[in-house]
């Protein structure tokens, strides 16, 4: 999960640079900065539900052990 957070505050980061460029009246920059915030938000996403289904098999795995061992 460390490369999610990763993610999520490079998205802070852009999203903050966004509204910047927001204030300072400047569309085009505004706008690029916005993109790259939804680009690292799904990146983030995406890594979550990689961890998820990573613990998830994990879990899997270990009630297959336990249930191997109790026979």
Known sequence: RKDANYYLNK?????KESVYYTKKGDADRAKKRTKYYEDAMD?????????????????????KAAGALRK
């Open 43 to 63: 990146k983030y996403k995406l890594r979550i539900r990689y961890a998820e289904e990573a613990e998830n098999k994990a879990a899997l795995y270990h009630r």
């Open 11 to 15: 998205a802070k980061g852009y999203q």
